[in-house]
C-alpha cells in the first residue's frame, strides 16, 4: 500500500513539474490561438506578472522528488528537468525587465528629453512593495449621461490632467476606475479624470470622440474649480482606449493635448479588421463588434476606418507619443504600435515604442508591482514629466 502511494506521489510530481514548465512556456511564446483569447490573457499574463511569487514551487517539487526517488531515475530525472525549465521560464520576465530596464532611461530621453522618475525602471524589492493609497474620486457628469470619475493631483494645483481611455473592445468598460495605477498618478501630482464614452451596439464612430473632445472640454471649462492646467493635457487609453486616444489627439491638432500614452492599441484598424476571425466578446464576434463601431466593413465605410486609425492620421501635427506593447500580445499584435512609431519618426514627432518581451494584452492591469507593469509605470512617469514641461 505505502509503495503504490509512493509511486502515485511520484507520478503526480512529475505531472506538476510539467505543468509548471508548459505554463512557463508562455512567457517566452505567444499562446496558441485555438485557445479562447480570455484564458490566453490570463494564462500568460499571470505567468509574465505574478510568475515570480510562485518561483519556490520547482524546487519545492524537486526535493519531494528526491526524496522519493529510490529506484526510479528516469521519472526522478524527468521531474528535475522539467522543474529547472519551469524555474528558468518563470524568472524569465524578471532577468529580462532588469536587462531592459537598463537601457529604457536613454531610450526615454532620446525621444522626449530628460526627465528624474521618482523609481527605478525595476527593482525587484519593488516586487513586493505596497500599492499606492486610495485617493478619493468625484463624480461627475460631462456630456448628457456620461459621467467621469475626477482625482485631484496630490500636492499640486493647477496640475497637467491625464484622461484615462477604458479598454473593453469598445463594447464593454465605463469610468470607474480604482485600479492601482489610477492612484499612482494622482500621487505623482496629476489630475486623472477616467471618462465613459457611448459604446458599442448605441453609438457609431465618431461618437466615441466626440465623448473625449466634450470631455477635454469639460475639464478646460471647470479648470479653476478643478485645479488642471487646460493647457497640459494628455490621453492615456488601454487597448480600445488607446486607439481612441491617438485618434482623437492626432485628428484634433490641439496643442493643449501635450502628449499621447497608447497601451497595446490598435492603429490601423483595417488590419484589425482582417485579423479578427474567431475570437468574442460577451457572445459577440469580435470583427461584428468592429464593424458595429465603424459602420460597416472596410470596403462599405472607408473613410470611418481611416479616421479612426491612428497610422492613418499620424503625421508631422501629431504630439509625443509613448508606445508601450507586449511581444507576446496575440490579441492586438505588437506591429501595430512598430507601424505607428515609424511613421511618427518618418513624420519627424517625438515618440518612443517601448516593447515587453513576455507581455501580452492587459498585463499591466494585472498586477502593479509586476515587472511589465514596473516598466509601463517608469515610461509613464518620465514621459508625463516631459510632455507637460
Known amino acids: 500500500m505505502a509503495s503504490t502511494l509512493t509511486a502515485v506521489l ?5 505531472l ?20 479562447n483569447w480570455q484564458y490566453r490573457l490570463l494564462i500568460t499574463g499571470m505567468e509574465g506578472e505574478r510568475g515570480y511569487r510562485f518561483v519556490w514551487l520547482p524546487p519545492a517539487i524537486v526535493l519531494l522528488a528526491w526524496l522519493l526517488s529510490r529506484r526510479h531515475p ?63 474620486a468625484e463624480e461627475m457628469r460631462f456630456s448628457g449621461p456620461l459621467q467621469l470619475d475626477f482625482y485631484r493631483a496630490v500636492g499640486r494645483s493647477p496640475a497637467p490632467c491625464v484622461i484615462v481611455l477604458h479598454g473593453g473592445g469598445w463594447l464593454t468598460g465605463g469610468h470607474h476606475d480604482k485600479r492601482p495605477a489610477t492612484f499612482w ?29 466634450a470631455a477635454i472640454a469639460f475639464m478646460r471649462a471647470h479648470a479653476a474649480r478643478l485645479g488642471v492646467d487646460p493647457d497640459r493635457i494628455v490621453l492615456l487609453g ?6 481612441l486616444a491617438e485618434a482623437t489627439a492626432y485628428a484634433a491638432h490641439d496643442p493643449g493635448i501635450r502628449g499621447v500614452v497608447a497601451i497595446y492599441g490598435p492603429s490601423d484598424l483595417r488590419a484589425r479588421s482582417a485579423s479578427e476571425r474567431h475570437d468574442r466578446l460577451n457572445g459577440w464576434p469580435m470583427q461584428q463588434i468592429l464593424e458595429k463601431y465603424l459602420g460597416g466593413t472596410p470596403e462599405t465605410v472607408p473613410a470611418a476606418y481611416d479616421s479612426a486609425s491612428g497610422l492613418t492620421l499620424a503625421g508631422p501635427a501629431s504630439p509625443p507619443t509613448l508606445l508601450i506593447h507586449g511581444r507576446l500580445d ?3 499584435p505588437v506591429s501595430h504600435s512598430e507601424q505607428l512609431a515609424a511613421k511618427l519618426t518618418a513624420a519627424g514627432r ?40
Open 10 to 14: 511520484r507520478w503526480l510530481l512529475l
Open 16 to 35: 506538476a513539474a510539467l505543468l509548471l514548465a508548459l505554463a512557463g512556456l508562455f512567457t517566452a511564446v505567444m499562446a496558441p490561438g485555438w485557445i
Open 74 to 136: 528516469v521519472v526522478t530525472t524527468a521531474t528535475v528537468a522539467c522543474c529547472l525549465a519551469a524555474f528558468a521560464l518563470m524568472l524569465t520576465p524578471v532577468t529580462q525587465a532588469w536587462w531592459l530596464g537598463r537601457t529604457l532611461p536613454a531610450q526615454l530621453a532620446a525621444a522626449f528629453g530628460p526627465a528624474t522618475p521618482d523609481r527605478a525602471p525595476f527593482a525587484v524589492a519593488a516586487l513586493f512593495a505596497d500599492l499606492p493609497a486610495p485617493v478619493p
Open 185 to 213: 498618478l494622482a500621487r505623482q501630482g496629476y489630475a486623472v479624470a477616467t471618462i465613459d464614452y457611448r459604446l458599442v451596439p448605441h453609438a457609431v464612430w465618431p461618437a466615441q470622440r466626440e465623448d473625449v473632445l
Open 238 to 243: 488601454r487597448s480600445a482606449g488607446a486607439q
Open 330 to 332: 496575440s490579441l492586438v
Open 350 to 389: 517625438p515618440n518612443a515604442l517601448v516593447t515587453i518581451p513576455w507581455a501580452t494584452h492587459a498585463f499591466d492591469t494585472i498586477n502593479f508591482d509586476g515587472p511589465g507593469a514596473q516598466i509601463t509605470t517608469y515610461s509613464v512617469a518620465w514621459f508625463l514629466a516631459a510632455a507637460t514641461r
